[in-house]
């Protein structure tokens, strides 16, 4: 079975400043995808960035950036220049990649980044 | 375009009772997930639905069961309520029309049970 792993409940970063919150995951398919979520207070889930396993290229999405380790199952994502409104709980996922299939995702616990003014 | 929506957004039942939760995808989706977040077990998959059939299923007993209707919105009944399914119940909804589709997730429908 799949399992994600953010070991980190709770970050905190001050504004306009960088972060990097931290994903570990097991699995033993090759095709997958990773995805980082972000959840803010009362609202609902969006998506924020998405990793292709099979894409050696880090994933970017303005000020969101990823480390894609593949060997070592890791999946971290970077924040530059922190804003007020990135405060939110921030998931990372896991969903295998099949043609045409169903796979749901399987997530981490979850980490909660508060953002200093 | 209408994102995914969820009725009611806030359900209090006592223990024993029965709910139905309501997903409304986004048009033109054909697949809705269904998942139950709690602080304890974070988020889990309850089952997915692809043109009104169970495709995917999780580890959660038979009181949860869920449908979906030929405009492909779902519904999701938790019979037999125990206080362990309070919790938020997120859907999310996705095209299936190409392999990379993207999960779009809804408001959530807050249940207590009391």
């Known amino acids: 079975a799949q399992t994600v792993t953010q070991s980190q409940p709770e970050m905190s970063v001050q504004e306009a400043e960088t972060v990097t919150l931290s994903c570990t995951y097991d699995t033993s398919e090759s095709d997958y995808y990773l995805f980082w979520y972000k959840q803010p207070p009362s609202r609902q889930m969006i998506l924020v960035i998405r990793q292709e396993a099979y894409k050696q290229q880090n994933a970017t999405e303005n000020r969101f950036s990823v480390n894609f380790q593949k060997a070592a199952k890791s999946f971290s994502l970077k924040i530059s220049d922190s804003q007020l409104g990135d405060a939110a709980m921030y998931f990372c996922?896991?969903?295998?990649?099949?043609?045409?299939?169903?796979?749901?995702?399987?997530f981490g616990k979850g980490m909660k980044l508060t953002v200093n003014p | 375009k209408a994102g995914v929506t969820q009725t009611p957004r806030y359900l209090i039942k006592t223990r024993g009772q029965q709910v139905t939760l309501s997903c409304s995808p986004i048009?033109?989706?054909?697949?809705v997930s269904w998942y139950q977040q709690t602080p304890g077990q974070g988020l889990q998959f309850l089952f997915e639905?692809?043109?009104?059939?169970?495709?995917n299923k999780g580890n959660f007993p038979g009181r949860f069961s869920g449908r979906q209707f030929s405009n492909s919105r779902s519904e999701m009944n938790v019979s037999t309520l125990e206080l362990g399914d309070s919790a938020l119940y997120l859907c999310?909804?996705?095209?299936?029309?190409?392999?990379?589709?993207?999960?779009?997730f809804g408001p959530g429908t807050r249940l207590t049970v009391l």
């Open positions: 639905y692809f043109s009104e059939t169970q495709r």
């Open positions: 996922a896991y969903r295998r990649r099949t043609q045409g299939g169903s796979e749901k995702l399987v």
């Open positions: 999310a909804s996705s095209s299936f029309r190409y392999i990379d589709n993207e999960q779009f």
């Open positions: 048009s033109g989706h054909r697949s």
